[in-house]
C-alpha cells in the first residue's frame, strides 16, 4: 500500500509529527510492499522536504507558492489536492491539528472519498485493508475504521506513532508540483493571525505540566498552581471547565479539543478526569492527581493520587519542593 | 441574516465510563442509561446564533436529523429562542457516516432557501469527527471557517470571526453565505431558558420532514457509506493509583515532594 504523507511546512523543518506519519506510514508500507511519499507544502518547503528525505520518504514532492501562507484553506486544499492525485497513493494522511481538521474532510470530499479524523494508531487487517483507529466517546470506546474508497484520508493525532529513524542517506530530490494561479476567491479573508498569548513555559513543550479544573473553586485559586508550577518549571493547564467558566484562558485548555500534551510529569488538581481531558494528556509519563474526592475519576489513570484540600496540600507542596531542591 | 444551527442529540459525554457498554450484537455503543443533551460544541454554536440574534437581528432556526426523540434537542433550542426548528426525521441518521449526515443538511439547509450562516459544533461530543460543518461547506458551496470562538457581523454581507489557528488566533472575514464550526469559548455558554419560554417550546410545533421529501434515500446513503466502522472496543482503563498518605498535609506535601523530585523531571 503507497502512503503520502501532507506535510504544512508553516515552520520551515519537517515537523516531529511529519517524522511520526513518515515512521508509521514505512511501517505499513514495507509490510504490504509499498511506498512511502512526502508533499511539503508552504511557502519555503527547501528544509522540510531535506527532512523529509532524511527520514526516509522514498519520494518527495515540493508543493512550494507565496499563496501558501496564512492558513488560506483554499489554497492549502488546492496544494494538498494537487499533490494526492500526483502521487496516486492509496492513503493520504495529515498531522491532526487546528487546520487539518478542515483540510482533511474537504480534501475527501473532493477527492470523491472519506476521511478519518483524530487517528492513533494505524493498523492493517488480515486481508491487508487499512484499519484507522480512534478514540470515541470521549475515549471510553476505540473504534477501527475503514475508508471504503481510494484513497484513505486521514488525520493523526501527534505523539501517536513512532518516529520514522533519520539517517536515510539515499539522494533523493523533490520533485517540484506548480500551484496553478489561483484568483482569490475572497470568500475568507485572512486580516490577522496572531500567536496565542502565554506566559512562561509553552504546554506543548513542557516537561512538566500542572493543570487546573472546576475543584479548584475560584478563579484566583490558579495562583497556588502558577506557584507550584514555577518551582518545577512547568506549564500550567486547565481543563475544558475551568476554560468555559473563564477561569484559564483557552490556550491554557488540555484534552481532546485543546492541547495535547505528553509531558514527563502531569499533576492535575481539581480536575475530575473526564475521558475528554484523558485523551489530551494520556501520553503523560508519570500522572499525579490530587482531588478532594476519591471517587474523581481520574484515580484511575493516576500513578500517586493525594486525596486531600489542595488548598493545604498545593502551597505545602511548593515549600517543600522549593526546601528539599536546595 | 438567516443562521441556521445543526445540533445532535447525544448522549451525555460527562456520563460516567461505567454505563459506556457495546451491544454484542452490533458491535456499536449501547448507552441506554445516559441522559440524552445537546451536543455541548451544539450549545457554544446555538449560543453563538442567539448573540448574533441579539445584536443583529438574526432569523434562528435549528436543525437537526435523528430519530423521533431528538425533537427533545429542538425543544431546548426553541426555549432558548430559537425562532423556528426543523426535524428531519430518519431513525437511520446516527448510524449515517460524515458525508451522508452533510448530504442531508444541506438538502435541508437548500429547502429552507434563504440561509446566509449556517453554524455547527466544531464536533459532536459522541464521535468527535469534526467532519459535517466543512462537508456541508463543500456540498453547499459555501465559505468555510472553522474553530469560532467568536462571530460578529460585519459590512458587506459577510461577519468577522476570531478563530483557532495552531499555535494562535486569526482573524477573518468570511462573505456569507458561509458555514462556520464554533468552538467553546467562556463567552458562548449556552444560556438558562425562561420558564414561559420553556414553556412555550413544549407547545410547539416543529416542521419534520425526512430522507424522501428531500429527494434523498437514506438506506442508499447508509448502503454506500464512505467510512464505515469495522470493530469497536472498550480500553483498559489503567492500572492501580498508589494513595499517598500521611498524618498531617505537612507529611503528605513531603512525601510527594520527595517522589517527583525522584522522578528527576525538571
Known amino acids: 500500500m503507497d502512503f503520502l504523507v501532507i506535510e504544512l511546512a508553516a515552520r520551515d523543518r519537517l515537523t516531529s509529527g511529519g517524522a511520526e506519519l513518515i515512521g508509521g506510514a514505512w511501517r505499513l508500507a514495507s509490510a504490504s510492499g509499498g511506498a512511502v511519499s512526502v508533499a511539503v507544502l508552504g511557502e519555503n518547503v527547501a528544509e522540510a522536504c531535506r527532512g523529509a528525505v532524511a527520514f526516509g520518504a522514498g519520494r518527495v514532492y515540493a508543493v512550494e507558492s507565496p499563496l501558501l501562507v496564512n492558513y488560506d484553506a483554499e489554497r492549502y486544499l488546492a496544494a494538498a489536492e494537487l499533490a494526492a492525485r500526483e502521487s496516486g497513493a492509496s492513503a493520504v494522511l495529515f498531522v491532526a491539528d487546528a487546520f487539518t481538521a478542515e483540510l482533511a474532510p474537504r480534501l475527501a470530499y473532493r477527492l470523491g472519498t472519506g476521511a478519518v479524523t483524530g487517528c492513533v494508531s494505524l493498523t492493517l487487517s488480515p486481508d491487508g485493508e487499512l484499519l484507522l483507529n480512534r478514540p470515541v466517546y470521549g475515549g471510553k470506546g476505540m473504534a477501527e475504521m475503514a475508508v471504503t474508497r481510494l484513497p484513505a484520508v486521514a488525520t493523526v493525532a501527534p505523539g501517536s506513532l513512532e518516529p520514522a529513524q533519520m539517517g536515510g542517506s539515499r539522494q533523493v530530490d523533490a520533485a517540484p508540483l506548480r500551484l496553478p494561479d489561483q484568483p482569490e476567491s475572497g470568500e475568507v479573508k485572512v486580516l490577522e493571525v496572531r500567536p496565542e498569548e502565554s506566559e512562561g513555559v509553552r504546554l506543548e513543550d513542557a516537561k512538566v505540566v500542572v493543570s487546573g479544573g472546576r475543584g479548584l473553586g475560584e478563579p484566583a485559586n490558579f495562583r497556588y498552581l502558577e506557584e507550584l508550577a514555577a518551582v518545577l518549571g512547568a506549564a500550567v493547564g486547565a481543563s475544558r471547565p475551568a476554560v468555559d467558566a473563564g477561569w484559564a484562558s483557552p490556550g491554557m485548555q488540555v484534552g481532546q479539543t485543546g492541547k495535547t500534551v505528553s509531558p514527563e510529569l502531569y499533576i492535575a488538581v481539581g480536575i475530575s478526569g473526564a475521558s475528554q481531558h484523558l485523551a489530551g494528556m494520556g501520553r503523560s509519563k508519570h500522572v499525579i492527581v490530587i482531588n478532594e474526592d476519591p471517587e474523581a475519576p481520574f484515580f484511575k489513570v493516576a500513578e500517586l493520587g493525594v486525596v486531600a484540600d489542595y488548598r493545604e496540600v498545593v502551597p505545602l507542596l511548593t515549600e517543600k519542593l522549593k526546601a528539599l531542591s536546595h | ?266
Open chain 2, 1 to 266: 441574516m438567516h443562521v441556521v444551527v445543526c445540533i445532535n442529540h447525544i448522549p451525555d459525554p460527562e456520563a460516567p465510563a461505567k454505563l459506556f457498554k457495546l451491544d454484542a450484537a452490533t458491535n456499536r455503543p449501547a448507552l441506554l442509561r445516559a441522559n440524552r443533551v445537546i451536543g455541548p460544541f451544539d450549545e457554544n454554536a446555538l449560543e453563538t446564533a442567539l448573540q448574533l440574534k441579539d445584536s443583529a437581528g438574526a432569523k434562528v432556526t435549528a436543525l437537526t436529523a435523528g430519530p423521533a426523540t431528538t425533537v427533545e434537542a429542538l425543544r431546548k433550542a426553541l426555549a432558548a429562542r430559537s425562532d423556528g426548528a426543523v426535524h428531519v426525521k430518519e431513525d437511520q441518521a446516527a448510524e449515517l457516516d460524515s458525508a451522508a449526515v452533510a448530504r442531508l443538511l444541506a438538502a435541508a439547509i437548500k429547502k429552507l432557501r434563504d440561509v446566509d450562516l449556517v453554524l455547527c459544533g466544531r464536533q459532536v461530543g459522541d464521535w468527535d469527527g469534526g467532519q459535517v460543518g466543512p462537508l456541508l461547506a463543500e456540498e453547499l458551496g459555501f465559505a468555510c471557517v472553522t474553530l469560532a470562538r467568536q462571530i460578529e457581523p460585519a459590512r458587506d454581507r459577510a461577519v468577522r470571526i476570531a478563530k483557532e489557528v495552531p499555535g494562535g488566533i486569526a482573524v477573518v472575514e468570511a462573505s456569507l453565505p458561509a458555514v462556520v464550526t464554533v468552538t467553546n469559548a467562556p463567552t458562548n455558554q449556552l444560556r438558562i431558558p425562561k420558564v414561559k419560554d420553556v414553556m412555550a417550546a413544549h407547545r410547539a410545533t416543529i416542521s419534520a420532514w425526512s430522507g424522501a421529501g428531500l429527494s434523498l434515500d437514506v438506506s442508499e446513503l447508509a448502503d454506500n457509506a464512505r467510512v464505515t466502522v469495522r470493530r469497536m472496543f472498550i480500553p483498559d482503563s489503567g492500572g492501580q493509583v498508589e494513595l499517598i498518605q500521611g498524618e498531617s498535609d505537612e507529611e503528605v506535601a513531603e512525601e510527594l515532594a520527595r517522589r517527583i523530585l525522584a522522578m528527576k523531571v525538571s
